[in-house]
C-alpha cells in the first residue's frame, strides 16, 4: 500500500489539532494527555442505526408491523380486480355470452 493510501484511511481516527507528531512521539506516552482526555469524552456503548423513511417508519423499532405489506397486497389485489372487471364489461358490450 502507498503511505498516501494509508494516511488518507486512517485520517479520521486521531483529529489533526489534538495528536501532533510532537505529543504523539514524546516520551513513553506523557504527551498523550489531551489525547486520552478527548477519547475519553466520547460517546460508549451500542450505536442504534438510524433508519428513516418507509422502513424506519413502518419495519424497524417499536412500530414494526406487517400492515404496509398487507395494504400493499390488498391494494394490488384491487386495482388488478379492477381492471380485469372492466376488461370483462368491455368484452359484453357487444357480445352476450
Not at 482526555?37 to 442505526?49: A, N
Not at 372487471?85 to 358490450?93: D, E, Q, R, V
Amino acid at each position: 500500500m502507498h503511505a498516501s493510501l494509508v494516511r488518507r484511511q486512517l485520517q479520521g481516527l486521531i483529529p489533526p489539532k489534538i495528536a501532533t507528531p510532537k505529543l504523539v512521539s514524546g516520551d513513553a506516552g506523557t504527551g498523550l494527555g489531551p489525547l486520552v482526555e478527548f477519547y475519553s469524552k466520547l460517546p460508549k456503548g451500542r450505536v442504534t442505526p438510524r433508519v428513516s423513511g418507509i422502513k424506519g417508519r413502518y419495519f424497524s423499532g417499536e412500530n414494526a408491523s406487517g400492515k404496509p405489506i398487507v395494504a400493499l397486497i390488498v391494494g394490488l389485489f384491487a386495482i388488478g380486480y379492477t381492471l380485469d372487471y372492466n376488461m370483462h364489461l368491455k368484452h359484453h358490450k357487444n357480445h352476450a355470452h
